[in-house]
């Protein structure tokens, strides 16, 4: 039986709330329990493979459950393992199958091939009993216990006799050139008893594991003792593996089914760094603030009052009050911004493609607020797998208005006319890019045999959503943003464009574009370690509330980062501010690629052509999706501004 509730787990110190909407399911005694696999994935390697294609013991009757869209873009396999249960029952020394490999089959040679390059790449099991992950908990530094939701299939010693990876946890891992395989797994499953709160039954609150490496002298009747399973690195005789388990039922009603997750996601010590990360954002804010808030006061108040009640010319001719120095130097400095107010909204060149990035950064702005906005009240908890995937790309096809709105709306305003082809760019140009590197990633893929590679229906499912929802919404985004008349400008443009003086190095576009990139990534550089972690080191990611809180605190540095940067080059006469307001918080994207970059050689392992070009192939998407968002909130906080301090100064 099972009954459906909301659950909302809500913890301060971690910053996260986890509400889960599913059946929490209630076993009787002596019900059977199953097992399920997912697809194994590595460090070392972008590639995840099937269970089935290591050649593990199978089940008889495989079963794969429904999978969401998330769950398929993501590679996630979930299928029925031969690990099967009865409650409270416990089992010592199961035995499940035996694989036998003759060294004179080519097959046989392949499979363990495959078999020796997965330990060798440290490849990951990932089991999932009732929804949860089975862990391996073992200590690290500072007598911290670490809950890794994923286990080796084994480990190498290296031919210079270097244990890698899980080898060094156990002495007798020494022979060189050997690998060591995980054989055995004793598996301990706690449950909380209902007979003490009035209900009947019991509800699974943990599943850990303990992986080991045992030779059993006798196949048929093992006794799960002995010593450690080998594998030789060279294939001179036939190999014989048998893989057993053991399981055992413990009952623990300090832990509550709605907090079940809680061991796993404490034992993630990022806490503090986060707090870090977020007060260095925060002085970030606060200086800009600052300077955004003396600009306006200067600009608008003081120096937009004098200038409207009072001629120009006779305040700098003015004498100066007693004790006090003439204005002359600020009005000399700040009028520079006031003369190029017929110039100011000369509609830029190439408007036609700024208006499509816009219409495209508006639509990833929306769909990235309410993923997070819902990943924060706890709909896509990781309990819910492939939720936040399969949220975002329904958003995404579904804000196609606004993008076909906002696009035609500013291409009306800069003045253009070919409204077909602005349409078409809109829900194609942005969307195309990210297709054809996606297209292009799944070959690589599915030629690598990957779990990864998207299957060719569901390609055609996503290019249905893409023309079948997603364009025509745009089109009918379009329609209305054409029909409105274009934006009226507070001061009207001269017909002879104004020589723009000759500018310093930091007013001259690039050094300023290149500067405005740095306090927005600044920002975000520490949370995007772990969101990296979560991407390539399968790290468990759930900290949507400092995610949400960072995306705020972005969101007002790009915006006062580009208005700062504005208003200097308005005020050293240069006019071009339209493309430069989206290419100053833009330039966030290159310092992220950079970053990228960084991340890749420093911190990952990876080996491999196919590896590494999928890892930048998949960084490119993140990156142009990154510089659409970031440039279009830059964009529309300096067209505010420009707007609000060109309407209150008068001009003759």
Sequence with gaps: TSKHRPLCVYDLNYMRVYSIFVASVIIATHTLIQLFVNRLDSVESVLPYEYDVFDFCKDDNERRPSENLGQVLFGERIETSPYKFSFKKDEKCKKLCTKTYVKDKTEDKNMLDF??????????????????????????????????????????????????????????????NTFYIFNHVDIKLTYHNGEGEGWRGARLVAATLEPKSINNA??????????????????????????????????????????????ILVSMPHTNIQWFSIMNS??????????????????????IARYNQVDQEDLIKAPPPQGK?????????????????????????????????????????????????????????PANRGALMTCSVVLW??????????????????????????????????PGIVFADFFLMNLILWVEGSSAAIPFGTLVAILALWFGISVPLTFIGAYFGFKRPAIEQPVRTNQIPRQIPEQSFFTKPVPGIVMGGIL????????????????????????????????????????????????????????????????????????????????????????????????????????????????????????????????VVKVD
């Design 115 to 176: 078999l020796k390059r997965g330990m060798q790449l440290n490849y990951q099991h990932h089991w999932i009993v009732d929804n949860m992950p089975v862990t391996w908990c073992y200590d690290v530094e500072d007598s911290q216990k670490y809950c890794n939701p994923g286990f080796p299939i084994g480990c190498l010693v290296t031919t210079e006799g270097r244990a890698k990876d899980a080898c060094v946890i156990n002495s007798e891992f020494n022979k060189k």
């Design 218 to 263: 006798d196949a048929d009747k093992p006794t799960c003792e002995g010593p450690p399973m080998e594998v030789p690195g060279e294939f001179s005789s036939d190999v014989k593996i048998t893989y057993t388990y053991s399981v055992s039922f413990e009952e623990n009603n300090n832990i509550k089914w709605a907090s079940r997750w809680d061991y």
């Design 282 to 303: 925060l002085v970030i804010v606060l200086f800009l603030s600052g300077m955004v808030a003396m600009i306006m006061l200067r600009t608008l108040h003081k120096d």
């Design 325 to 381: 120095s003439i204005f002359y130097e600020d009005a000399q400095e700040e009028s520079g911004w006031k003369q190029v107010h017929g110039d100011v909204f000369r509609p830029p060149r190439k408007g036609m493609l700024l208006s499509v990035f816009l219409g495209q950064g508006t639509q990833i702005f929306i769909m990235t607020f309410i993923t997070l906005f819902l990943a924060c009240l706890g709909f896509l908890s």
């Design 397 to 430: 096809v579904l804000l196609g208005t606004p993008a076909g709105y906002v696009s035609a709306r500013l291409y009306k305003t800069f003045g253009g006319e070919k409204w077909k082809t602005n349409v078409l760019l809109t829900a194609l140009l942005c």
């Design 520 to 647: 927005p990534f600044g920002c975000i550089f520490i949370q995007l370690f772990f969101i990296l972690n979560s991407i390539w080191s399968h790290q468990m990611y759930y900290m949507f509330g400092f995610l949400f809180l960072v995306f705020i605190i972005l969101l007002i540095t790009c915006s006062e980062a580009t208005i700062l940067l504005c208003y200097f080059h308005l005020c050293a006469e240069d006019y071009h501010w339209w493309w430069r307001s989206f290419l100053t918080s833009g330039f966030t994207a290159v310092y992220l690629f950079v970053y990228a970059v960084h991340y890749f050689f420093s911190k990952l392992q990876i080996v491999g052509a196919a590896s590494t070009i999928l890892y930048f192939g998949y960084t490119s998407i993140m990156v142009l999706i990154f510089f659409l968002f970031t440039g279009t909130i830059g964009f529309f906080a300096c067209f505010w501004f420009v707007n609000k301090i060109y309407s």
